[in-house]
Structure formats: structure tokens, C-alpha cells
């Protein structure tokens, strides 16, 4: 079956620019995770959704990051008035359940270029 | 708070030869530990995970880590590596009962004819 999905895969935008990225998480999979990946780092987790709502957010670093997810499947990770410092990849990955033991499925990212 | 910490952003062993790549995690809680890798052009993909079960936790692509509390220690292990394993690898910890993966920032291994 199809894995987890995020387009575009690559992303150019200008400072002060809103972008949208997406994530089509594996069918029936309830959890929906989002993480950023800044060069030469490990993933850093930004939010985590059970069905359609945000059981935790707390690695938002701002209110210029939302992200939704508003039928419990497709979630898109929006960003306003992009910096310089948003420049990373962005992964997604989904699970069946969302328990902590719950296997994660990763998607192959959308490399953020914000110039 | 949760941390994780990967010894060596680069490790080199020739093919054949045993790999070693380190972690060491700090939780308050007891925690779940995984090892994720990272093949270029690919996305994150799991390994292995220790759960509280057996301490030696086998993994895929003959992989295994065992879990030492008494040294906060998760390290991966491969008897004999081969040239497929070159990647990224990367160590993750959950705290029991949470949703947040904390990363370490990886070790690359690279693997020498």
C-alpha cells in the first residue's frame, strides 16, 4: 500500500511569504505527527494530532506556524511571514493508533528554501 | 526533561568489521528508545524500539541495541557491516505514556571496502 506522502517535495519561497505544505498520512492511521529537520540535526518534533484535533503542539516555535488537520486524514502545516531560519526539512509521519509505542511511518519531506 | 545524545556525528568501519554507533538518553520517566536510519534520498525509517520488554531489542538488517538503565545507555550494534548500511542513523526517545519523539542529531556511518 501507499506509505506516507507530502508534497511539493521542495518549496521556494521569498522572506515575508505564506506557505502550505501537506501531508496525506497512511490510510487509517489515526495519529499525524510533524517535525522540522535543520541541517546536519536530528528531526525536532512540532506537533502531534489525534484524529482531527492537536494533542499537542508545543514544538510550534510560533503563532507564525499552524497546523491542521480538519477531516482526521490529509494535514497541512502553514507557515506565515517565512524567515530565513524556517529554511529545513519538514517531515510527517503517521501512526495507527498514536500510542508511544506506536510505529511511526515517515514520509520523504518537503525541503523548505526561503531566501 | 528528555534528552538524547549520539556520540560521534561520523563513524567509519570497514565492511566486514563490527559497528558500534552510541546513545545515551536522559528521561524522569522510564522511557522508550528507538533507533530510526536514514538512507539517502529516503525517509526516516524504523529499526528498532525497546518497549520495557527484553533489554536486547533485534532489530532489521541483523541490528540489534540493548537497553542499559544502569548507564542510560541505548547503543546499536551489527556484528558485521555491510556496504548497504552507510546512512544516517538516528536515536529517538519517548517518555512513557507521551507523543513527543525527542532526536538525537544522528551519526552518519560510512562503510569502507
Known amino acids: 500500500g501507499a506509505g506516507v506522502s507530502q508534497t511539493p517535495s521542495n518549496k521556494v519561497t521569498e522572506k515575508g511569504k505564506y506557505v502550505e505544505l501537506r501531508c496525506d498520512p497512511i490510510s487509517g492511521h489515526t495519529a499525524l505527527y510533524w517535525y522540522r529537520q535543520s541541517l546536519g540535526q536530528g528531526p525536532e518534533f512540532l506537533i502531534y494530532?489525534?484524529?482531527?484535533?492537536?494533542?499537542?503542539d508545543s514544538g510550534l516555535p510560533n503563532d507564525r506556524f499552524f497546523a491542521v488537520r480538519p477531516e482526521g486524514s490529509v494535514s497541512t502545516l502553514k507557515i506565515q511571514r517565512t524567515e530565513r531560519g524556517d529554511s529545513a526539512v519538514y517531515l510527517c509521519?503517521?501512526?495507527?493508533?498514536?500510542?508511544?509505542?506506536?510505529?511511526?511511518?515517515f514520509g520523504p519531506g518537503t525541503r523548505l528554501t526561503v531566501l | 526533561a528528555q534528552s538524547v545524545t549520539q556520540l560521534g556525528s561520523h563513524v567509519s568501519v570497514s565492511e566486514g568489521a563490527l559497528v558500534l554507533l552510541r546513545c545515551n538518553y536522559s528521561?524522569?520517566?522510564?522511557?522508550?528508545l528507538f533507533w530510526y536510519v536514514q538512507y539517502p534520498n529516503q525517509g526516516l525509517q524504523l529499526l528498532l524500539k525497546y518497549t520495557s520488554a527484553a533489554t536486547l531489542v533485534k532489530g532489521i538488517n541483523g541490528f540489534e541495541a540493548e537497553f542499559k538503565k544502569s548507564e542510560t545507555s541505548f547503543h546499536l550494534t551489527k556484528p558485521s557491516a555491510h556496504m548497504s548500511d552507510a546512512a544516517e542513523y538516528f536515536c529517538a526517545v519517548i517518555e512513557g505514556g507521551g507523543f513527543k519523539t525527542i532526536f538525537g542529531a544522528g551519526t552518519r556511518l560510512f562503510v569502507k571496502a
Open positions: 509521519a503517521s501512526s495507527l493508533q498514536g500510542g508511544s509505542t506506536d510505529t511511526q511511518y
Open positions: 494530532f489525534q484524529g482531527t484535533g492537536a494533542a499537542d
Open positions: 528521561s524522569s520517566v522510564p522511557p522508550y
